[in-house]
């Protein structure tokens, strides 16, 4: 059973749309979540990362926004460019001993 | 890759050979983790270490053991390999806080026939 189940697999936006991935949970004892970007061949990187006392978190043109009662948390990305194009991942951990991972959603951005 | 190489990068093996993959850092970090990479599943933690000779199991551990004899090198062996373990196996450091950020290495990709 998966607990952290993302939506959606898979989305296409044009250059300059904000595409919105979005992950739910259900373990309230989680008290980290982190987004990671994947590319091709590549390792997944931390993106941007919320604590639950937080409602939302701006870096650059990526912002997640959480909403604890709902157990729900998600990214939006402002302006997307085509080099945003990747594979994201959402996370949620209560130790760093055990981080529990959405199934990935795979971004395209048409020029 | 946040000073994290995975060796080998590829690697195509045959049902029941034993199969070893590892994991070197330069970060001296003291945790290191081992996950797999499957479509639909995201990323799972196969096993952990938070230092020389100290590992536990993760949440797909079976079938997988692993070692650490020295900080910077975390080994994952498959004993007999299965087709079921084709994936790509990814190496991760980081430190004990649970906002402490986990570093992903390169990844090996498993073949097994």
């Known amino acids: 059973q998966q607990q952290v189940k993302q939506s959606p697999q898979s989305l296409i936006v044009q250059k300059g749309g904000i595409p919105i991935i979005n992950c739910a949970y259900e373990n309230t004892a989680f008290d980290y979540f982190p987004w990671y970007q994947q590319f091709p061949g590549k390792g997944p990187a931390l993106l941007i990362a919320?604590?639950?006392?937080?409602s939302e978190k701006k870096e650059g043109r990526f912002t997640i926004s959480f909403n604890k009662s709902a157990k729900q948390f998600s990214l939006h990305i402002m302006d997307s460019q085509p080099g945003d194009s990747a594979t994201y991942f959402c996370?949620?951990?209560?130790?760093?001993?055990?981080?529990?991972f959405g199934a990935g959603t795979r971004l395209t951005v048409k020029p | 890759d946040a000073g994290i190489t995975q060796s080998p990068r590829h690697k195509v093996t045959e049902t029941g050979t034993p199969v070893t993959l590892r994991c070197h850092q330069t970060?001296?970090?003291?945790?290191m983790y081992w996950y797999r990479q499957d479509p639909g599943h995201g990323l799972r933690l196969i096993h952990y270490s938070y230092g020389v000779k100290d590992t536990d199991k993760g949440e797909v551990s079976d079938g997988y053991s692993v070692s650490r004899s020295k900080t910077e090198d975390f080994l994952l062996t498959l004993e007999s390999a299965t087709s079921s373990q084709t994936s790509v196996y990814f190496c991760?450091?980081?430190?004990?806080?649970?906002?402490?950020?986990?570093?992903f290495g390169p990844g090996t990709r498993l073949t097994v026939l």
């Open positions: 970060e001296n970090h003291r945790y």
């Open positions: 919320i604590r639950p006392d937080v």
């Open positions: 991760a450091i980081g430190g004990a806080s649970s906002t402490d950020t986990q570093y």
């Open positions: 996370a949620a951990s209560w130790n760093n001993n055990d981080m529990r």
